[in-house]
């Protein structure tokens, strides 16, 4: 029985260090990022996974409404968002 214990030991050490290294704060950013997509709203700088920057202009359900130049609107699904576009007045305010 001892024997078997020692043997799982290791194991075990490993995949605490696994955990509380990687995989717990890829969940905590992976919330973080959820709360982000449940929060954005109308007015929002926002940059897509693809890269496209653009305004918030309008929200309905799970599809949201971006405005990447005059007059040039695209609907993309909510989940498409990659985060907040950081701009200087929000820069300044977090400080």
Do not use: C, W
Not at 44 to 51: A, F, M
């Amino acid at each position: 029985m001892g024997q078997q214990f020692s043997f799982f030991l290791p194991l075990l050490i490993v995949f605490g260090i696994f955990y509380f290294l990687i995989l717990r704060p890829q969940q905590k950013q992976a919330k973080k990022h959820a709360e982000m997509l449940k929060a954005v709203t109308k007015g929002d700088q926002v940059v897509t996974t693809g890269g496209i920057h653009g305004k918030i202009v309008g929200v309905a359900d799970n599809i949201l409404t971006l405005e990447i130049a005059d007059n040039i609107k695209i609907k993309i699904e909510r989940s498409g968002i990659q985060g907040l576009k950081s701009t200087e007045k929000g820069e300044a305010a977090k400080s």
